[in-house]
C-alpha cells in the first residue's frame, strides 16, 4: 500500500536503499550489554588493567549510558547541514569510559574497532523484510543498479549480515557512514552513490525510514524520488519537522509495486 504525493515518479536509474528498517528490520537481543561488558572486562584484564572500581556490572551501565548518549547525539547531527559520523573511538573513549582510568580508556579506545563490530552484531538480530528480493530482482530486471547509503556507526556489521546471507552482490555501491565520515542528512552521502553510479542525483530514488535523517537527506541532495518505508520508530521526530516525501510505502513489496508501476515496458 502507498500514499503518493500528486507528482507521479519517473523509473529510476538507479535504486538507493538505507539499510536498517528499509533492507532489514531489527530487534534488540537480550543480555548483550553483559555480554560486551564481560567482553571489555577480559580485554583490561589482558592488558594489565586491574581498575577493579570497572566490574563487568559498572561497564554494562556505562556502555548503556554511551549508547543513550549517541543517541541524542545522532538526533542533533540530523540539524547540521553537513554532519559528520562518529569516531569508534570517541564512542568508546568519551561516552563509554570518559570516568575510567586512562588505562583502562586506552585499551577500549585501541580495540574500538573491534568493540563497535562485536556491538552491533552482538546488540541485535537481523532479517531481510519481505520483499527484499523480488525488489532485488525486478531492479535486475529493469536494468537498475541498486545501492545502500547508510549511517552506521560499524558498517562492517551490514556486510557481515549481507555476506551471511549472501545478498553482498545484489548491490552496485555500498555507502557507510562510518567508512566515509560523514552521517545523513549530509546530502555528500547521497551524491557519494550517485556519483558512484555515473546518474544525477535527480535521476535516482532513495528509499529511508525515518524524516529526520533520510527524508530530509533526500530533499538536501534533490533526489529525483525521495520515498520513505514505514518501520519501527518511523514517526518518532527527534523534532517538530515539517518535510513530506514523495512517496509513502509500508514494506518493501509496497515499494517493489511502486517500481512496477514506474518502470513498466522498461527491460535490462
Not at 196 to 213: P, T
Request: proline letters at 4%.
Amino acid at each position: 500500500m502507498t500514499a503518493t504525493s500528486a507528482r507521479k515518479l519517473a523509473a529510476p536509474k538507479a535504486l538507493l536503499l538505507d539499510f536498517g528498517g528499509v533492507i532489514v528490520s531489527t530487534t534488540h537481543l537480550p543480555g548483550w550489554q553483559a555480554r560486551l561488558a564481560g567482553h571489555v572486562r577480559g580485554l583490561l584484564d589482558r592488558a594489565g588493567v586491574s581498575a577493579p572500581e570497572l566490574s563487568v556490572a559498572q561497564i554494562s551501565d556505562d556502555i548503556k549510558a554511551a549508547g543513550i548518549a549517541d543517541s541524542h547525539w545522532k538526533d542533533a547531527m540530523s540539524r547540521p547541514l553537513a554532519p559528520r559520523e562518529l569516531r569508534h573511538e570517541e564512542f568508546w573513549g568519551d561516552f563509554a569510559a570518559g570516568d575510567w582510568p586512562q588505562q583502562a580508556q586506552d585499551v577500549v579506545v585501541t580495540e574500538a574497532y573491534d568493540l563497535c563490530r562485536k556491538m552491533g552484531n552482538w546488540k541485535s538480530e537481523r532479517v531481510l523484510r519481505k520483499g527484499m528480493l523480488d525488489l532485488f530482482d525486478a531492479a535486475d530486471a529493469a536494468g537498475v543498479p541498486v545501492g545502500i547509503v547508510s549511517n552506521a556507526l560499524c558498517g562492517q556489521v551490514h556486510l557481515d549480515f549481507l555476506d551471511t546471507h549472501g545478498l553482498t552482490d545484489r548491490f552496485a555501491t555500498i555507502i557507510h557512514s562510518d567508512e566515509v565520515k560523514l552521517r545523513k542528512p549530509n546530502p555528500e552521502m547521497i551524491w557519494l552513490a550517485t556519483r558512484a553510479l555515473g546518474v544525477d542525483a535527480g535521476e535516482a530514488w532513495y528509499v529511508g525510514d525515518n524524516f529526520d535523517r533520510d527524508v530530509l537527506c533526500g530533499k538536501r541532495a534533490g533526489i529525483g524520488g525521495n520515498i520513505l518505508m514505514e518501520a519501527k520508530g518511523t514517526y518518532e521526530l527527534p523534532y517538530e519537522l515539517k518535510l513530506k516525501p514523495d512517496v509513502i510505502v509500508a514494506d518493501p513489496v509496497g515499494l517493489l509495486g511502486l517500481f512496477h508501476e514506474a518502470t513498466r515496458g522498461i527491460a535490462a
